[in-house]
């Protein structure tokens, strides 16, 4: 083998030994320039006109045979098959198909590779990061360095060209390194290429400000700014300049101590937002498979990326660490969505959502919401296990979500593991096999392979002075890898009996195991039937107890605290040292998805056992709600989202199995935690279907089934349903009346109330939450009193009652202050914040909805930030700031949709529409009010719609309509809807028409309006 290195000093050698002896330096400058130019033989009289120009032809040639006897001795050429040079009587030419290496080739090679590589950027490819890394070990320095062939002007000017070229392409590729590691915040790496180029180019300007920029992101402000006084020395001795503009920028952001810094020649950006879980392991080979899924991930035209394996076969750990090598590089985030634990495609798209901490909120569905959500976003979406919900072939509701991403989101990409394709024309797909492991037949270097990295890693975890000390314990090491087909799973189930019995019992165990599961069960695959031998034979070496425990687990899903197990915890430690059990940073304990069917298929062939571990799961699971649902509505609200949130799968289960067996006790514990949680969270839709399945099972004449009703009719009336909402909180007001359950009629009223306000219905609201408040007051009930407190301010202030308003809203403020209820807090500030509006208090409503804004910012309510957004831009209207209040407005509509809240994005093109009236822009103002009406009659919110009806009527008065503008206007005074603020804007247009025109046609104008149909006039037009 012949390698020439010919970047930096020349080095060659032959097998490994150098190749010394050269007549010349002239010869070993001829054999680079026949290794570099090997593409075309050159004639011997070309070769010898540029080595000896200033000899004679004769002279020259005979030097030539010289050189080429020289080389052919000292590469042993005759003998070498191939030859490294072919030779004939008139051409010389390096030989390509000889077993050699030139590193100028390669450098160049993986150059190239990285330029036209197929991906989003080459700062974010990680392929491009290896290739171009590859490339720059091979530059030791100037192309054959220190090499010189006097009297030859024709090589000097070949080596400068050369020499040139390979530098401005090693300049390239650091640049290409300091920028891809400076994004992904690994400063260290990509200060180390940024003072290679200083190295290389110490007149390269761009690389000091790469230098001064990481030095500063180090907290070394000092060495950044001496990085500058070496540039400024640097630039005058080389090149009698000054630092450029964006050098001295940059200088004097660093010396001000500015953050963040800002420079086009280094990508500063702040990492994106990431769930991912934490691991506990150290993720061990797969260099390949991770490169070539990088590779996949930042290639345009792959929109979907699957790997596909058996299980135990190391997808989601793979999934997981990809996702991780990925964060820098989305702009808005990698986020990780557990599938394992979901029983029904139908909560994909919560699962997901979850996943994203989007709250859903509005009448939208939520695939609806969602797609809005991710339509302008660029991200990573990896859903793990999606294979349990592909169902018998014949579901195609989770491959249709997935199509409906691709389709309405452009920049999100997928990655999905599953044990089968999913089927869709735009998925790649990824075979993922076990870890790589000895053959039986070849001799290798065993602890090189994976699959032995794992076991030995995994066995030092039971055994911490574990070693594989003799050649037998590896041999049997290397058979249990090939027996578990070097499945990560079935390697550290086997890993961890180390502890017990030596290695050979181990294998010898599983080998039993395979044997007979070969005889009983020749329907398991092939592929499979290996890892079923393991956890056969790790089921076997349990205890009873051990057994039964680990029977009663598989009943969770998603992980399980401590305190829910049906085991003490020296038997969950026992579980996790065999490596059935995985137990988190967080303290929760984890099965593997196989080994939880494993489970579940043993404890499902003893019906009493699974009665019982279903039982107790449900009982404790309603316990658990029954614990945190006063924090819910108190001062750990934050905290309570949080330990549901990590239980909701549990939660899930535990709720159906009560409504199948119909356990009323734990559907009492249950239920008002759950209304809670899926409230704030925005699950609306499942929320519904969970309270309707769960009243369809119970009795329907107690005050359980009145109590379901009512929480169905809460998530009723949050889609939009308000028909339907109303009449099941009449049916269960009328229940609780029935049995005298005085204190359980608050909520129902208060959420007719509420439909009412929505409707402008505003006696009846008063009625509703007065009767309500009243009771609430008698039983202590502080939640539900603040609740009515809030509405009956509300309506207050629409009906312009402000002093009533503020008392009402003041003390649900108090009530709020003393629960600690945080939600409470933000929503009464809004509220009382609005009524300042309604005073002309302005400073005091920016305080208002300031305060509310920091509690919401702290808490992630992003509905009521929506609504704050709208209201500060109502603040900017009264105080003639336009163009701010039409910034607030669009930026409210932009989060309405996103939220998919319909009404919100009715109100917030309401408000647009009326400063398109404000600035004259009239035709924009038209569809704007349009569009409000129309989104308010489809909720049937005669407010929203009554106050872009007075918008209406100022057109037509614009357009010199006014009659019919007088009658609109008085048709809005009119209406028992119309609220305090839209009368303040109708009135003026009222007096000012009723002036304008003579007086018998604005009585006319008048009196038509107080007979005008409201469902005539919409119609009109919307037509």
């Not at 000017?157 to 390979?166: C, V």
């Not at 009193?785 to 509300?794: C, K, N």
């Not at 509006?837 to 702290?858: D, H, K, P, Q």
Request: aromatic share 8%.
């Amino acid at each position: 083998m012949l390698a020439l290195s010919l970047m930096g000093q020349p080095l060659i050698t032959l097998d490994g030994d150098p190749v010394t002896g050269f007549v010349s330096q002239k010869a070993s400058a001829l054999l680079a320039y026949l290794a570099v130019e090997s593409d075309q033989p050159h004639g011997r009289p070309a070769l010898a006109h540029i080595f000896w120009p200033d000899q004679t032809e004769a002279v020259a040639r005979k030097n030539l045979r010289d050189i080429l006897f020289n080389l052919q001795k000292l590469l042993r050429n005759r003998d070498a098959n191939p030859p490294y040079l072919i030779i004939t009587r008139h051409t010389i030419q390096f030989n390509n198909d000889s077993a050699h290496s030139l590193d100028s080739k390669a450098f160049t090679d993986w150059m190239t590779a990285s330029e036209t590589h197929c991906h989003k950027q080459i700062e974010t490819c990680r392929l491009c990061a290896h290739r171009l890394q590859q490339a720059i070990e091979l530059y030791r320095g100037d192309f054959l360095s220190g090499t010189f062939v006097s009297g030859s002007a024709t090589f000097e000017h070949w080596l400068a060209l050369n020499r040139e070229r390979l530098q401005q392409l090693a300049l390239e590729g650091l640049n290409h390194l300091a920028r891809f590691h400076a994004r992904r915040q690994e400063f260290t790496q990509a200060r180390r290429f940024a003072q290679r180029q200083v190295e290389l180019a110490p007149w390269l300007e761009i690389a000091y400000r790469q230098l001064m920029a990481l030095s500063a992101l180090m907290g070394q402000r000092g060495a950044a700014l001496a990085q500058f006084e070496t540039c400024r020395q640097r630039l005058a001795v080389e090149l009698d300049v000054p630092p450029g503009p964006e050098t001295m920028a940059l200088y004097e952001q660093i010396k001000a101590g500015r953050h963040p810094l800002t420079t086009a020649s280094l990508p500063i950006i702040s990492p994106p937002p990431r769930q991912i879980p934490a691991q506990t392991t150290t993720f061990l080979g797969r260099k390949q498979e991770q490169l070539a899924i990088a590779d996949c991930l930042q290639n345009p035209d792959c929109r979907m990326l699957t790997l596909v394996g058996p299980g135990g076969s190391g997808k989601t750990r793979l999934a997981i660490q990809a996702a991780a090598d990925e964060v820098t590089n989305f702009e808005h985030g990698v986020f990780f969505v557990p599938l394992a634990a979901l029983e029904s495609a139908h909560n994909l798209p919560l699962a997901v959502a979850e996943g994203l901490n989007l709250a859903l909120i509005g009448n939208k569905p939520p695939q609806t919401q969602l797609l809005d959500y991710m339509r302008e976003k660029e991200m990573l979406l990896v859903l793990d296990n999606f294979e349990g919900l592909m169902g018998d072939g014949r579901q195609t509701t989770a491959p249709d979500f997935l199509t409906n991403i691709l389709q309405n989101a452009p920049r999100v990409a997928l990655l999905i593991t599953s044990r089968q394709p999913v089927g869709l024309q735009a998925e790649r797909l990824f075979d993922l096999e076990g870890l790589s492991y000895p053959d039986a037949d070849v001799q290798t270097d065993f602890e090189r392979c994976d699959a032995i990295q794992l076991f030995l890693e995994r066995a030092c975890w039971v055994q911490p002075n574990f070693k594989a000390e003799s050649e037998e314990t590896l041999t049997a090491i290397a058979a249990i890898c090939r027996l578990a087909e070097g499945l990560p799973l079935g390697i550290e189930l086997a890993a961890a009996w180390v502890r017990e019995m030596t290695s050979h019992e181990i294998l010898e165990g599983m080998i039993q195991s395979l044997d007979t599961l070969a005889t009983s069960r020749r329907d398991v695959p092939p592929r499979h039937r290996s890892l079923r031998a393991t956890f056969a034979y790790s089921w076997d070496m349990l205890s009873l107890d051990e057994q039964c425990a680990f029977c009663d687990l598989s009943v969770f899903r998603g992980g399980f605290v401590a305190e829910a197990a049906m085991a003490d915890k020296q038997t969950l430690s026992a579980l996790v040292e065999k490596s059935l059990l995985r137990r988190g940073a967080d303290g929760r304990y984890q099965i593997h998805e196989l080994l939880r069917q494993f489970g579940d298929e043993k404890l499902r062939q003893d019906p009493a056992a699974e009665l019982a571990a279903r039982d107790h799961h449900c009982a404790w699971t309603a316990s658990f709600l029954q614990e945190w649902e006063p924090h819910l509505k108190g001062g750990r609200q934050l905290a309570a989202l949080t330990q549901i949130g990590s239980e909701i799968e549990n939660v899930r289960a535990g709720w159906h199995w009560a409504v199948a067996q119909k356990k009323e006790k734990e559907i009492v514990q249950s239920a008002p935690a759950v209304t809670l949680f899926y409230d704030t969270r925005g699950w609306f839709q499942e929320g519904w279907e969970m309270f309707n399945q769960a009243a369809a099972a119970m009795p329907d004449s107690g005050v359980l089934y009145g109590r379901l009703r009512a929480y169905q009719a809460a998530f009723a009336y949050r889609i939009g349903d308000y028909e339907q909402a109303h009449d099941l909180f009449q049916q269960s007001l009328a229940l609780f009346r029935r049995l005298k359950a005085i204190p359980e009629t608050t909520y129902a009223l208060n959420g007719l109330a509420a439909i009412a306000t929505f409707r402008g219905q505003y006696a009846e609201v008063k009625q509703h939450a007065a009767e309500s408040l009243t009771i609430a007051q008698k039983t202590g009930d502080y939640y539900e009193e603040a609740r009515s407190l809030d509405i009956l301010g509300i309506v207050a202030r629409y009906e312009g009652h402000m002093q009533d308003a503020k008392t009402y809203l003041q003390a649900s403020l108090k009530i709020h202050e003393r629960l600690g209820n945080q939600f409470g807090l933000a929503r009464s500030y809004n509220h009382l914040g609005n009524a300042a509006v309604s005073e002309g208090a302005y400073e005091e409503a920016l305080t208002m909805f300031s305060n509310a804004r920091e509690i919401s910012r702290a808490i992630n309510y992003r509905f009521l930030m929506a609504y704050l957004l709208n209201n500060l831009g109502n603040v900017a209207v009264h105080l003639q700031k336009h163009q701010e209040a039409s910034s607030y407005f669009q930026e409210a509509l932009t989060h309405f949709k996103e939220l998919g809240d319909q009404f919100g994005v009715g109100l917030a093109q309401n408000n647009l529409g009326h400063i398109g009236l404000l600035t004259g822009d009239d035709e924009e103002a038209e569809k704007l009010f349009r569009a409000a009406i129309q989104a308010g009659l489809s909720m049937q919110s005669l407010a929203l719609v009554l106050d872009a009806l007075v918008g209406i009527a100022a057109l037509r008065s614009r357009e010199g309509q006014k009659i019919e503008a007088l009658a609109l206007a008085t048709l809005i005074l009119h209406h028992p809807a119309t609220r305090s603020e839209t009368k303040e804007k109708a009135e003026p247009l009222s007096a000012e028409l009723t002036e304008t025109l003579p007086a018998e046609q604005a009585a006319a104008a008048r009196s038509q309006g107080e007979t005008l149909s409201f469902t005539e006039v919409t119609a009109a037009i919307l037509s």
